[in-house]
């Protein structure tokens, strides 16, 4: 199993990123997937998460209007646009395998700031 995410950066108060999460070594389109973030001296908190489908999705509530997550089975991967960033978004970024057996990636750094 394999999650690697991609797309991170820095970038300006009220910029743009879309990150990815390229999964490898299970049935991809099976598993619901989130994202999740953490901050310095912070827990991790999940951001969002989306349905084998992409038919539903979440997202705590300091980021609805802002970020879309959706997916893409036929490319075992998920994304998480993230739009009108603030430095409060910056974290680090981690994708998750939902379910009996989680699994997360390594994360990717995400810091807004000006």
């Known amino acids: 199993v394999q999650l690697v995410e991609s797309g991170g950066g820095l970038v300006q108060p009220g910029g743009s990123l879309r990150l990815s999460c390229a999964a490898s070594g299970f049935t991809f389109s099976n598993s619901v997937m989130s994202w999740h973030r953490q901050a310095p001296g912070k827990e991790r908190e999940m951001v969002a998460f989306?349905?084998?489908?992409?038919?539903?999705?979440n997202y705590v509530e300091s980021v609805k209007g802002r970020f879309t997550i959706s997916r893409d089975n036929a490319k075992n991967t998920v994304y998480l646009q993230m739009n009108s960033l603030k430095p409060e978004d910056t974290a680090v970024y981690y994708c998750?395998?939902?379910?009996?057996?989680?699994?997360w990636g390594q994360g990717t750094q995400v810091t807004v700031s000006s």
């Open positions: 989306i349905s084998t489908s992409g038919g539903y999705t």
């Open positions: 998750k395998r939902v379910g009996a057996n989680p699994y």
